[in-house]
């Protein structure tokens, strides 16, 4: 919302500078988006006649103005605008000047002539924004005067964000009544007094509304001999500085008094509605509407429209039509002055996809109230402005006046709320200010009761109320304070902690943390090779995505991550070693009829080298078992340890490197090497090793009781035992015996070698484990531990048919 | 006899004098000093030596074993030390070549942000909670005081996934949650994901979004002041000047926003802080009582205030960021800088 100060002082007294009046009104609720100084730069800037015009003698389009700026010879200019004449009076600006447009003038010759200025547009004197050709000026203007000052020109805009809550901010009035709160000087509200004809307005038109809950208020007069042009100076200046472009009288007037008042009107040309008359009504389903931007509308039923007898003529607080557009030809105006229920404009306006300042105020929702006051003042500027004739008496359809709403203020309360003492009679001043009538006010009682004025539909409770005394009492003024304490207990959501321990862990392990969008793209289940019957492809879709890349909610966090790989491969990072945590989205059931399961998740993805490049270090890569690790270091530190890695059959993997995760028998994952097809649809030629799970099941674990076992007191022995074994075997089913048929004398069993190749039978593989015998109370003799461990070799011959070496 | 100790003390001090290895020196000692050594040998033949001299040949004898034996000592330290020095010598390094390092990750900035908000918070007694993503429309707006064709829709462009779920657009839903489940007194904040439809250099579709609410018998407007104005100095600095101006929101009256003075210009003006020399980091403002009645809580008996913040926005603004974008790139380069 643009506002012109020198306007606002039409209304109202005060004195504060532009800035100052900036600063009070954001610390008032109305923050300043913009300060924008009119004439800024304009000082070299003056009124010259064009005396005389030469052609130039070596550009067919340029020619030379000899112009009178006051001095006593003229000045030669050239200029290239289509629009000068002899005779013109023009804005001349002489050397020195910078144009708020960023463009300064100096003398200087152009095409081989001399030119001592430039004849100026509007838009380079950033006071206008046509660019049609250069500024004519009333030729009652002496020339060699300073522009600024001859027009009036100085001025600053203010341009306000207003809030939704606030349509009566949306008009320089209602800024005027929150200047007058914050200074105290009252408002001078303009004076209408509207001379009518003789004509009853019945006798020229009627208004029906069919639908009075879309439209509770339609009011209209007539005006006829009108004689439609361009509106003076004062009028265009007003449209101008609000930043709209002035039309015609009529035009100009309607938005002069929206912005004047905050009521949208609206002109139709009388002559061209069928049979003068107008029906409010909802559209047919289908209906058109060519509207005054020249698009041709399709309307709906929810939609309400304005119409004549036949056919629509505007579309309902959102924009007329174009065929009953005011033009140069019009001679009578039915003139409107409507409310409109603010939801239906809303959505009417967004269907359309057409907001106007028109229906940024309806929809906000304007009072009734407001119709008729605005309607006498446009009527009384046309009548000034444009002539004509104001038939008698406004033809009014009103649903009914709601009464004022009326509050009981407890000024306790609102001091309670605030944590202040302000006195009550301070907080009746203030509402005093804002257009609240105070009645029932006692010296010594702490309630009074207010009437809420009819521009203040958003004030209806106690609340509100304490808004209003807080803001314009000062935000700043509030003591700043902190709650006493209540003694809240404060429990840790395990969940969180959970999260916050996996990311300290896996940055100790040396892997990144990344965050990449919920959403993905449906290509990426096809990317990972799934099944039509995956439950990975079971996804939420986004109604209204920005992007396909954007469009259904993730149901596993390794496309996200490849994709992040293959980012940064392609920037040349190949060293890759990410995780994240994020929610995947598991719908129970499709369309969503509850809310889905938010899976706390985590991924990892490793690939590139295994360790940061080092002048001695190998240049190895990373395989399964640097991601294993990572996994076991990270269940160690969770105190998870009742887990197993299973081999696994999941087509996103390496067939042959990819296993299952189960805690406590339950699947919560899987961890494997890419599968290198799906590697290549994201153009990545390093392998990646991937890991998934769900982190909830480990929330049990954090609460794990830790008990300290006592310090070995009696040496240990240690024994190796090699055996070749079947390549099915898995090393964990040979671990599990050993410890099994080992015993309680086993304190570790560790696989310390594997090989395969010469010497080992094909299928076959050599693997090598020590394990650390030890007793806690005694030292353990040679013969017992050749006991146990001629025991462990015979169980591995006998149930696994290894050949154990000796 | 006499002359005959007397070289064998001068050759082995000659020997010793001459050896430069320790195992050279142990063979010396070995042969004259060993049970089979030479100066043992001398004195095998002390039989032919007068009773009379054998003491004083005896005592010098001892003389001579305990000077060689202490000249052995000295030598052996003497080579130990030389060859120690040698041996440093063979093993210089270059200091300044790179260490071998071990690697460590980097949390994502955000994720720092949310650690050092939490952190200010938790400090102020205020328990961490989540909420869904994936939200009702009840939540997000409505119970919020924002019904269906309300205003305030337009400013924030929702993702509906049906007409009754969406993603939710900001945490505040996490305060019906909250309220629903608990009774007063309440201290929460909230992290989490938003999303709204919206994409350029300040605007992701996704962001986060921390959400706080403090509910209890006393709680005043001048509570919230305070509270805020510990955070904002907390997170920017202690000289930072935090300003309080009153806003619009639905479920909040009254509403404020909360600016900071601009950590470029201190004030004076500049281009982050469009001239203003304020910039905008928290809405805030007393709990509306619809939404109190929304939850079932008295209005007239407790009162409270809630917050909300972008945590991309702080995080832009504390790191000098400009293109949101990049937190959710994940370019290596880019996360082990924070
Ligand atoms: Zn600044």
């Known amino acids: 919302m643009r506002i012109s100060v020198k306007w606002l002082k039409e209304y109202i007294k005060f004195d504060l500078s532009p800035k100052e009046l900036g600063e009070r009104l954001i610390m008032t609720g109305s923050e300043v988006d913009e300060v924008i100084e009119i004439g800024e730069g304009l000082d070299n800037v003056v009124v010259g006649r064009v005396e005389e015009i030469k052609a130039h003698p070596n550009a067919d389009k340029l020619i030379l103005c000899s112009v009178n700026v006051g001095d006593e010879s003229p000045i030669q200019i050239v200029c290239g605008a289509p629009n000068v004449y002899e005779g013109a009076v023009v804005a001349v600006a002489l050397p020195g000047a910078k144009l708020p447009g960023g463009i300064s003038i100096k003398k200087a010759k152009v095409r081989g002539v001399e030119s001592a200025g430039m004849l100026c547009s509007m838009k380079e004197l950033g006071i206008g924004e046509e660019h049609g050709g250069i500024m004519i000026l009333s030729e009652q203007m002496r020339p060699g005067d300073n522009l600024v000052e001859a027009l009036n020109l100085r001025d600053t805009i203010l341009d306000l964000e207003i809030t939704p809550n606030r349509p009566d901010c949306l008009s320089v009035l209602g800024i005027a009544r929150e200047v007058s709160a914050i200074t105290g000087n009252p408002v001078q509200f303009p004076t209408v007094i509207l001379k009518e004809d003789q004509k009853r307005i019945e006798e020229l038109t009627s208004v029906e509304v069919l639908d009075d809950y879309l439209a509770p208020r339609y009011a209209a007069r007539v005006i006829k001999d009108i004689k439609v042009g361009p509106s003076p100076a004062w009028l265009q200046e007003r449209v101008r500085v609000a930043g709209m472009r002035p039309i015609n009288n009529i035009v100009d007037i309607t938005n002069f008094v929206m912005m004047e008042y905050g009521q949208p009107l609206h002109a139709f040309d009388y002559n061209k509605l069928s049979e003068n008359r107008i029906v409010v009504r909802r559209a047919n389903e289908g209906e058109k509407i060519l509207t005054l931007d020249g698009t041709e509308r399709t309307l709906s039923n929810d939609m309400l429209v304005i119409a004549d007898a036949e056919k629509p003529v505007a579309v309902g607080g959102v924009m007329g039509g174009a065929d009953s557009e005011v033009d140069a030809s019009t001679s009578c105006i039915l003139l409107e002055s409507a409310n409109f229920y603010a939801a239906s404009v809303r959505r009417t306006a967004r269907k359309l996809g057409l907001r106007t300042e028109a229906s940024a105020r309806f929809e906000k929702g304007l009072p009734s109230e407001l119709v008729i006051p605005a309607i006498d003042r446009a009527a009384q500027l046309i009548r000034k402005i444009a002539g004509g004739k104001v038939a008698k008496g406004i033809y009014d359809v009103w649903r009914g006046a709601e009464s004022l709403k009326e509050l009981e203020v407890n000024s306790n309360r609102v001091n309670k709320v605030l944590g202040t003492n302000i006195p009550k009679d301070k907080m009746m001043s203030i509402l005093t200010r804002l257009g609240f009538e105070i009645y029932d006010q006692a010296e010594c009682n702490q309630t009074f009761k207010v009437k809420v004025p009819y521009f203040r539909g958003d004030v209806s409770r106690e609340a509100d109320i304490i808004e209003e005394v807080a803001r314009i009492y000062g935000f700043d003024k509030i003591e700043a304070t902190l709650p006493r304490s209540e003694g809240v207990e404060v429990t840790p959501s395990m969940d969180l902690v959970l999260q916050d321990k996996v990311r300290t862990i896996l940055i100790g392990c040396g892997l990144d943390e990344t965050i990449t969008y919920s959403f993905i793209n449906p290509k990426a289940y096809d990317l990972l090779r799934l099944p039509a019957d995956d439950h990975r492809r079971r996804f939420i879709q986004i109604g209204n995505p920005l992007t396909e890349e954007q469009s259904v909610m993730r149901t596993t966090l390794i496309p996200s991550l490849l994709e992040v790989v293959a980012r940064n491969a392609h920037r040349g990072v190949e060293d890759c070693h990410i995780f994240e945590i994020g929610a995947t989205y598991i719908p129970e059931e499709l369309p969503l009829r509850e809310l889905p399961e938010e899976r706390r998740t985590l991924a990892i993805t490793l690939s590139g080298h295994r360790s940061e490049e080092s002048w001695d270090a190998g240049k190895e890569k990373v395989d399964f078992f640097e991601l294993k690790g990572i996994l076991e270091v990270l269940f160690e530190e969770l105190n998870v340890n009742d887990y197993e890695i299973v081999p696994s059959k999941d087509v996103i993997f390496h067939p042959m490197r990819q296993a299952s995760i189960i805690v406590q028998g339950k699947n919560i994952g899987f961890i494997g090497e890419m599968h290198p097809d799906i590697l290549e649809g994201y153009g990545l030629k390093d392998r990646v090793q991937a890991l998934e799970i769900e982190l909830k099941p480990l929330v049990d674990f954090m609460n794990r009781h830790i008990a300290y076992k006592g310090l070995p007191r009696y040496p240990a022995v240690l024994r190796d035992i090699a055996i070749i074994a079947d390549k099915s075997i898995l090393s964990r089913r040979i671990q599990e015996l050993i410890e099994k048929s080992g015993g309680s004398l086993i304190e570790k069993v560790h696989l310390f070698d594997t090989y395969s190749g010469a010497q080992i039978p094909e299928g076959k593989r050599s693997l090598a484990y020590s394990i650390i015998y030890r007793h806690k109370d005694r030292t353990l003799t040679d013969e017992e531990i050749n006991v146990v461990h001629e025991r462990i070799m015979s169980v591995l011959t006998e149930e696994l048919g290894v050949e154990v070496r000796k | ?338």
């Open chain 2, 1 to 338: 006899m006499r002359e005959e100790l007397e070289s064998i003390r001068v050759q082995c001090l000659n020997g010793i004098s001459s050896v430069t290895i320790h195992d050279d020196l142990e063979k010396l000692r070995v042969k004259y000093l060993g049970k089979k050594g030479l100066l043992t040998k001398v004195l095998r033949g002390m039989g032919k030596v007068s009773p009379e001299e054998r003491p004083i040949i005896g005592s010098i004898a001892n003389e001579i074993r305990d000077e060689l034996e202490e000249a052995i000592k000295t030598r052996y330290s003497y080579i130990k030390e030389k060859e120690k020095a040698q041996r440093f010598e063979t093993e210089a390094i270059d200091v300044t070549m790179p260490g071998r390092r071990r690697s460590y990750g980097k949390k994502h900035p955000l994720t720092l942000i949310i650690d050092e908000i939490k952190e200010v918070f938790v400090g102020l007694g205020y328990e961490v909670v989540e909420g869904p993503e994936i939200e009702l429309d009840y939540y997000n707006f409505e119970a919020l005081n924002v019904p269906p064709d309300h205003p305030a829709r337009d400013l924030q462009d929702t993702f509906y996934i049906t007409d009754d779920f969406l993603l939710r657009t900001q945490t505040s839903p996490v305060q019906i949650r909250v309220m629903e489940s608990q009774s007063p007194p309440v201290k929460i904040i909230a992290p989490g994901k938003v999303y709204r439809c919206d994409s350029d250099v300040t605007h992701s579709p996704m962001f986060h979004q921390i959400e706080g609410l403090a509910i209890g018998e006393d709680i005043t407007f001048g509570d919230l002041k305070g509270t805020l104005t510990i955070f904002s100095q907390r997170l920017f600095g202690k000289d930072r000047g935090v300003r309080f101006r009153p806003h619009y929101f639905p479920f909040t009256e009254p509403s404020a926003e909360v600016d900071i003075s601009c950590m470029i210009c201190n004030g004076k003006g500049c281009r982050l802080c469009s001239n203003t020399g304020w910039i905008e980091i928290l809405g805030a403002g007393m709990v509306d009582p619809q939404v109190f009645k929304v939850v079932n809580y008295d209005y007239s008996k407790i009162g409270g205030f809630a917050f909300g913040m972008g945590v991309e926005r702080i995080a832009m603004l504390k790191y000098g960021i400009d293109d949101i974008r990049l937190f959710f790139e994940n370019d290596l380069r880019f996360l082990e800088q924070f």
